[in-house]
């Protein structure tokens, strides 16, 4: 029996020849060629990435939305 290749190997050995990266931030990114390859891409990206990682990328997200100055969520909602 013909054993099936994993997609996302191949979408993991093709990500070195898209990523790029800028010296202020390092960004990676992926020119998918179907909407799948993209899911598929996303997926390993996030996998791949430590708790740290997820951190970081969460908090200059919130910087880049809210500005360096935005109120505390927990402030808003009342005391359990």
């Known amino acids: 029996m013909k054993e099936k290749k994993n997609p996302l190997l191949n979408v993991k050995k093709n990500q ?4 790029h990266f800028s010296r202020k931030t390092d960004r990676s990114f992926n020119k998918a060629m179907n909407f799948s390859e993209a899911e598929r891409w996303d997926i390993l990206q996030q996998i791949s990435m430590t708790p740290e990682q997820r951190q970081r990328a969460a908090k200059e997200l919130k910087q880049r939305v809210f500005g360096k100055h935005a109120p505390d969520i927990r402030a808003s909602h009342p005391n359990r």
């Open 16 to 19: 070195q020849k898209n990523e």
